[in-house]
């Protein structure tokens, strides 16, 4: 008896995909936070409303196809023209699953809108985000502090981004804690995310900005009050500081970008990086990038 073999070519495509599937890191589907659970769950309810169909059609396929194949037997209709429970199972289910799928699209989006503030008895930390070529700026207006490609929190407690960019649009992501949302010159977006365990979550830009793209990550780390009052401490101990003289050198293009931070940073810095593209800038800023 002859064993049939896998052809040499699609066997080794068939490995190497799954093995670069190894590789693969499934952060949407393993959230660490209450926004990134709720949109998991969307994304779960949402598949498992199209495969009702998708599932059924593919079975039927393969059936019509062994049903019918020449030689098969099958009853022969050349004048069938029409089957009320076809056109009910091919019209009626699929616009049960479109209505489904449009009212949860309408709640969802509103529930999960990246400007509506989350509910919480605690006080939302205020991070002001700006990317440049090819790092992420953090500003704590609070806290009078700032740093280079990482940012810190508590857990359990709301977060508040405020994001713009001084180069070209990037993508403010976090794939542990929830949505992706675009930082764009000249125009501030926001988002609310929420950390409910501790750890270190990594965070990226999701849209091609040039050569350094790839390299343009940071931390975002989940951690109690204490530390992150501790972390808070450590920065003010820099001997770096932001200011109108040393903004431009902070924002000059730089390639993996280290972690960096700076003690004090320059009141209403945010507002006025966007106010630049808006023609709006004063004096102050005639050092700043243009």
Not at 53 to 66: N, S
Not at 132 to 145: H, R, V
Not at 170 to 191: D, R
Not at 252 to 270: C, G, I
């Amino acid at each position: 008896m002859r064993t049939k073999r896998l052809p040499p070519l699609p066997g080794a495509l068939a490995l190497a995909a799954l093995t670069m599937l190894t590789g693969c890191k499934y952060s949407i589907l393993d959230p660490k936070g209450a926004v990134g659970m709720a949109q998991k769950s969307l994304i779960l309810t949402s598949t498992y409303a199209m495969l009702v169909i998708v599932i059924p059609v593919i079975i039927l396929t393969l059936w019509f196809a062994w049903r019918y194949r020449e030689g098969a037997g099958a009853r022969y209709e050349p004048d069938w023209a029409h089957s009320s429970i076809i056109e009910i199972f091919c019209w009626g289910i699929p616009c049960a699953i479109i209505l489904f799928l449009g009212v949860l699209t309408w709640t969802s989006t509103h529930e999960l809108d990246p400007y509506r503030p989350l509910v919480s008895s605690k006080k939302p930390i205020n991070i002001e985000v700006v990317a440049l070529d090819w790092k992420w700026l953090f500003i704590y207006p609070d806290q009078g502090i700032a740093t280079i490609n990482e940012i810190a929190f508590p857990v359990n407690t709301p977060v508040t981004f405020h994001i713009t960019s001084d180069a070209v649009m990037n993508s403010f992501f976090i794939p542990e804690l929830g949505s992706q949302i675009y930082a764009m010159a000249g125009m501030k977006t926001q988002l609310h995310l929420i950390a409910n365990q501790q750890g270190t979550f990594p965070g990226l830009s999701s849209f091609y900005s040039g050569r350094g793209f790839s390299d343009m990550h940071f931390n975002a780390i989940s951690t109690t009050d204490a530390k992150f009052a501790d972390w808070v401490a450590n920065a003010k101990k820099s001997p770096a500081v932001i200011d109108a003289a040393d903004y431009s050198k902070v924002a000059a293009p730089e390639e993996k970008a280290p972690v960096r931070y700076f003690s004090t940073v320059e009141p209403n810095l945010f507002n006025e990086i966007i106010a630049k593209y808006l023609g709006k800038a004063e004096s102050f800023h005639s050092g700043m990038k243009e």
